[in-house]
C-alpha cells in the first residue's frame, strides 16, 4: 500500500537525517569543503535510496519523499551540499528511465532546491517556522509535477493527500530532531565561547593565553610578548563613566586585531590590561609592529555616548626571547611597561630576555 510505503520512507529520511546532521556538526575533517562534499553525497545516497523505495503509481509515475535530506541541508544553509545532492538525486531520476514525467521530476527537484535557498535566507533565525516551510515549499512542488505527470483524478487527489500527511508528519519530526541538535550545538559554542573569551572586547582570556603561553620554553623559536596598557584609564572611567569606559576598550581591542596577525594571540588579562603574544619576529621588527599600534591608538578618535570624541593613549612593554619560560618572558614584559609608563606613557620599551640571560650567565 503506498500509505506503507511512504511510511518506511519517512522511517529511513529520520534515520537519515539524524547521521547526517552528526556529520554536519563533526570536527573530523581536515576542511569544510571536504566535509561538505560528503554531506553532499550522503544526502544525494538517501535520497537516492528513498527512490528506490518510492510509490510506484504507474509505469511512468514514481512517489517518494526524496525531497527531504534537500529540506536537511536547506535548513543549515549548506548551499554546497545541497547542490550535490541535488543534482545526485535529479539526475539518477533517469535510472527509471528517459521520460518525460523523469524531466519533469528533474527540473522540479532543482525548483525545489531554489526555492529552499531563498526561504533559508529569509527564515535562517526562525527555526521551526523555516524548517516546515521548507517541507511545505517540496511538497507543493511535487504536487504540481505529479499533477502534471499523472493529470487529475481521484487516485491523484487519494496519493497527494497520503503524500502531504507523511510528508508533514515527518516533516514535524524532522525538525523537531533537527532544531534540538541546531540547539544542542548553539549551546556547546555558547559555553565554549564563554569559557575561552572576554566577553566585553571578545578578545582571549586569560586562561587561554595561559594555554597559549605555557609550552613558550621548549618551542624552539623566537617569540615576543607584549604587555599593554591604556594609559590613565581610571581617568576615563571617572570623567565619563564607567559606560564609556567599556566603549573605549571595545574599540581598543578591535584596533589590536586590527594592527595583528590571525595567527597572533591577543588577550585582555585585565581590566584596561592587554597582552600579545607574536612568533617568528626579531625586536626590530617586533618594536616596529608594537609603534605601529601605539601610533594608531593615539590617533584613532574614540567615540562615546552623550559625551565628545576623545583621544588616548597606550604605553607598550615587550618581551623577546628563545625558549624562555613564560613567567620570565611576562615578568620583563610588565618591567618593560613599566617603565614605558615611568617615562612618561604612549611609548614602546623591549627587552631582550635572551641576551639578559647571556649576560646574567
Known amino acids: ?23 554536519f556538526h563533526s570536527q573530523l575533517f581536515f576542511s569544510s569543503r571536504s566535509r561538505g562534499v560528503l554531506i553532499g553525497m550522503l544526502a544525494g545516497m538517501l535520497g537516492l535510496f528513498l527512490m528506490f523505495n518510492g510509490v510506484e503509481v504507474n509505469e511512468d509515475v514514481r512517489v517518494d519523499l526524496r525531497h527531504l535530506p534537500l529540506v536537511l541541508l536547506a535548513f543549515y544553509g549548506a548551499r554546497l551540499p545541497l547542490f550535490i545532492a541535488t543534482g545526485f538525486i535529479a539526475s539518477t531520476r533517469f535510472l527509471f528511465g528517459f521520460t518525460d514525467q523523469a524531466v519533469v521530476a528533474f527540473i522540479a527537484t532543482w525548483f525545489v532546491s531554489l526555492g529552499m535557498i531563498w526561504i533559508h535566507r529569509r527564515l535562517s533565525e526562525r527555526l521551526f517556522f523555516q524548517s516546515m516551510l521548507l517541507n511545505v515549499w517540496a511538497l507543493f512542488v511535487i504536487s504540481i509535477a505529479v499533477l502534471i505527470n499523472l493529470g487529475w483524478s481521484m487516485s491523484y487527489i487519494t496519493l497527494i493527500a497520503t503524500i502531504w500527511t507523511i510528508g508533514l508528519l515527518v516533516g514535524l519530526l524532522s525538525s523537531v530532531l533537527t532544531i534540538d541538535l541546531e540547539q544542542a550545538k548553539r549551546r556547546a559554542k555558547d559555553y565554549k565561547q564563554s569559557a575561552e573569551r572576554d566577553p566585553l572586547t571578545g578578545l582571549f582570556n586569560r586562561r587561554v593565553w595561559d594555554r597559549y603561553t605555557s609550552e613558550l620554553e621548549n618551542e624552539n623559536r623566537s617569540s615576543n610578548v607584549l604587555a599593554l596598557d591604556i594609559d590613565h584609564f581610571k581617568r576615563v572611567n571617572d570623567t565619563y563613566g564607567h559606560a564609556n569606559g567599556d566603549l573605549v576598550l571595545q574599540r581598543f581591542a578591535e584596533l589590536l586585531l586590527a594592527e595583528t596577525r590571525l595567527h597572533d594571540v591577543v588577550a585582555r588579562v585585565g581590566g584596561e590590561e592587554f597582552v600579545i603574544l607574536m612568533y617568528d619576529l626579531t625586536p626590530e621588527k617586533v618594536e616596529k609592529v608594537a609603534e605601529r599600534i601605539r601610533k594608531r591608538i593615539e590617533d584613532e578618535v574614540f567615540v562615546l555616548k552623550d559625551f565628545p570624541p576623545i583621544h588616548i593613549t597606550a604605553s607598550i612593554g615587550i618581551a623577546h626571547g628563545k625558549s624562555e619560560p613564560v613567567q620570565k618572558m611576562t615578568e620583563a614584559a610588565d618591567n618593560a611597561l613599566y617603565q614605558a609608563k615611568r617615562s612618561g606613557r604612549n611609548q614602546v620599551i623591549l627587552t631582550n630576555v635572551s641576551e639578559l640571560s647571556l649576560v646574567t650567565n
Open 1 to 23: 500500500m503506498p500509505i506503507i510505503s511512504l511510511f518506511v520512507n519517512a522511517c529511513v529520511a529520520f534515520t537519515g537525517f539524524y547521521l547526517i546532521s552528526k556529520v
